[in-house]
């Protein structure tokens, strides 16, 4: 058997080489005419090794540096280095998205005579990239999603609308309460009286520290909501210093009915309930004697 060294000048045994790279490789002089090409390469682009010799490079491979400035051999002569990156090929069957490598190609003096250009088909490469990014998209939106739901669960929490009493609807706060939480804790009281259909209501600030202006409109949009609905609203447990920044702020509470502790409200409310209770049969016979004339 030959030693290796016999084949170094066999033209036939360099293409074997050539060929035994499974990316693909092609040679170009400095007019980008095609050298030397393997199938791996020409199988790119549909064609055999045979079909591309002696043809421009830039008229075999359709990518959109080709034929310009930023054409990679033009690059890495003109550096007189390595010149590497990723691009996208265009075929008959569609695209590739192929990553490359140019460097200048020299003599045996050191002149540069062409160049030599390697590049692999990375398209399964970037479409699991893109399927992974994407699923780390909607993983995060999912995050967010869930994240979103569990704060609307704990701001669910910590303004809870309680039936004290039939017909008596409770709505304590406690802490901060920003605009936010003042428009949630609005909602989520009108719906319960849609659903109770309660004639009362009772707010309670006790556990708020302090109250700005928008917080202030929010609870007298609350109490004029409420009363909207068919439901009359009780404001308890304002304390002084928050007594104080509505005096400051301006803010008039002068139609909403106000008692110091939410006991007092509650008692407030049951006795208006039996009073209501009491004159129910007389406005029922008024009401059906007048039906009658």
Not at 12 to 18: A, Q
Not at 72 to 100: F, M, P, S, W
């Amino acid at each position: 058997m030959n030693e290796l060294k016999d084949y170094q000048s066999d033209e036939g045994f360099l293409f074997e080489i050539v060929n035994a790279v499974p990316s693909g490789i092609f040679v170009t002089d400095l007019e980008h005419n095609i050298l030397i090409i393997n199938k791996a390469a020409a199988e790119m682009v549909g064609l055999t090794p045979g079909q591309c010799f002696d043809r421009k490079c830039f008229d075999i491979f359709n990518t959109a540096m080709c034929g310009t400035d930023q054409c990679t051999c033009k690059v890495a002569i003109k550096n007189n280095r390595v010149n590497q990156g990723q691009t996208t090929l265009h075929i008959d069957k569609g695209e590739l998205a192929i990553e490359y490598a140019s460097r200048p190609l020299r003599n045996h003096e050191g002149k540069i005579i062409g160049c030599v250009e390697h590049f692999i088909d990375i398209s399964a490469r970037v479409a699991q990239e893109e399927l992974i990014l994407k699923q780390q998209e909607e993983l995060l939106q999912k995050r967010e999603e869930d994240i979103h739901h569990l704060q609307e669960e704990i701001l669910e929490l910590s303004t809870p609308v309680v039936e004290v009493w039939e017909g008596v609807l409770a709505l304590p706060l406690i802490g901060t309460l920003d605009s936010h939480r003042a428009r949630s804790a609005m909602e989520l009281l009108l719906d319960a009286i849609e659903r109770t259909r309660s004639p009362f209501v009772i707010i309670d600030i006790t556990g708020v520290p302090t109250v700005d202006t928008e917080v202030a409109n929010h609870l007298l949009q609350t109490v004029d909501a409420v009363r909207l609905m068919g439901s009359e609203a009780v404001l308890t447990g304002v304390s002084t210093h928050i007594a104080l920044t509505m005096a400051h702020l301006g803010v008039e509470l002068g139609t909403i009915k106000v008692r110091s502790r939410m006991a007092d409200a509650l008692h407030l409310a049951i006795s208006e309930l039996h009073r209501r209770k009491a004159e129910a049969p007389l406005t029922e016979l008024i009401l059906r004697d007048a039906a009658k004339e």
